[in-house]
């Protein structure tokens, strides 16, 4: 880092309602680590809940066994940049690089990372949730995370890698490539769903969802049918209309909910699976008509092994995921822009990323301060002092 370039701001979660753009020390590069210049971050879904009505997987009584971190955190896990600075003893990185942010941690010596199952490590989480992510200027993350990029990758597709990834993920636990699928719940990581499946040329995909403008997204990204999920418990019928009877071979189930879990096991054939992607507390379930119909039930959770795929798609086959980009919003008015306007918005926003490089025009407005207090860390580590 140059001189006088050692501090940032960044979007820092201190509880339900309570994000602010805070200006702190930049990180430095600890051992195994790399230091990146942020260029942007995705708004997921789960940062939405941990600013609606969180803390959900943040930590705050006790700091995360991965990262070593507890609330007040830097909030953001889907997030790209380059390379600033290497720590001690990372190899296969250079100052420069553009890379991905693959933001899962993982402790590599128990049963499951050793074999070679990172996502479901005993210690699991997601930097920006369990640990300072990627809302912010610069992000020190290890290095394992961090992918380079052809250069025929922008870094506007590479922020769209984690999501996708969960998607990419849900496919392959999916087993070999079906001939129809169908996807109940068209977010971000449901229209994935559809864009892959279309890569992997399924040739028959129904899309479910109450908005009429997800279902039209989901049409442009591959989708062969569409479901208006109004229709209540006429779904799995029409569904079963659509194919002669026999039911799609596999449901995505992206919802979290007891009633889309019903429609895809109405819908889904003798012998099909329903991929739980979607996160919800309880369900319950017919295992009776589950038996007779030797349908599977399988978790989905997490990524592993995905980003080089990923990259792959895009810089050799042309896969385009910008589509789902429906806004891009400055750091400063990531609060009015971003969480409050997909919790209060019509519903036509998607994806939207935060750019780390934009200075909002609004800042210093009564519109863009509104959540958005500017802090200043206090000498010492003490409580941040608010500065209007």
Request: glycine letters at 12%.
């Amino acid at each position: 880092m140059s001189a006088g370039t050692q501090r940032m701001r960044a979007a820092v979660w201190y509880g339900a309602k309570d994000v602010r753009i805070a200006e702190m020390d930049i990180p430095a590069a600890g051992r195994g680590e790399v230091l990146i210049e942020v260029a942007f971050s995705g708004i997921c879904g789960s940062d939405l809940h941990e600013y609606a009505d969180g803390p959900h997987a943040i930590p705050v009584a006790e700091p995360h066994p991965a990262s070593g971190a507890r609330a007040p955190l830097v909030l953001g896990h889907e997030f790209c940049g380059t390379v600033v600075e290497l720590g001690p003893s990372v190899t296969g990185l250079t100052r420069g690089d553009r890379v991905a942010v693959e933001p899962n941690y993982r402790c590599g010596r128990c049963p499951r990372c050793r074999a070679g199952e990172y996502n479901i490590c005993r210690h699991f989480g997601f930097a920006g949730l369990m640990g300072n992510g990627g809302m912010a200027e610069y992000a020190a993350v290890p290095a394992y995370m961090a992918h380079r990029l052809p250069e025929n990758v922008s870094l506007e597709q590479a922020a769209l890698f984690e999501p996708a990834s969960v998607a990419l993920h849900a496919l392959r636990r999916a087993g070999t490539t079906p001939g129809t699928v169908m996807v109940v719940g068209l977010g971000p990581v449901g229209l994935l769903t559809v864009r892959l499946a279309a890569e992997r040329e399924v040739p028959r995909i129904v899309a479910v969802d109450v908005s009429p403008a997800r279902l039209h997204r989901a049409s442009a990204l591959g989708a062969t049918d569409l479901i208006d999920a109004r229709l209540g418990e006429g779904v799995g019928e029409r569904i079963r209309e659509l194919t002669g009877g026999e039911g799609v071979d596999v449901a995505f189930e992206v919802v979290g909910s007891e009633s889309t879990l019903r429609t895809c096991l109405d819908a889904t054939r003798r012998g099909g699976r329903v991929v739980l992607v979607g996160l919800a507390q309880e369900m319950s379930l017919d295992s009776f008509a589950l038996v007779n119909n030797e349908q599977s039930i399988i978790a989905s959770v997490g990524y592993r092994d995905t980003y080089p795929e990923l990259i792959r798609l895009v810089a050799e086959r042309g896969l385009d995921l910008t589509p789902l980009v429906t806004s891009t919003i400055a750091l400063d008015t990531l609060v009015p822009d971003g969480f409050e306007a997909l919790l209060d918005g019509p519903g036509d926003q998607i994806k939207i990323l935060v750019d780390l490089a934009a200075r909002s025009d609004r800042l210093g407005s009564p519109e863009a301060s509104a959540g958005t207090r500017r802090v200043r860390p206090q000498p010492g580590g003490g409580e941040p002092e608010t500065s209007e």
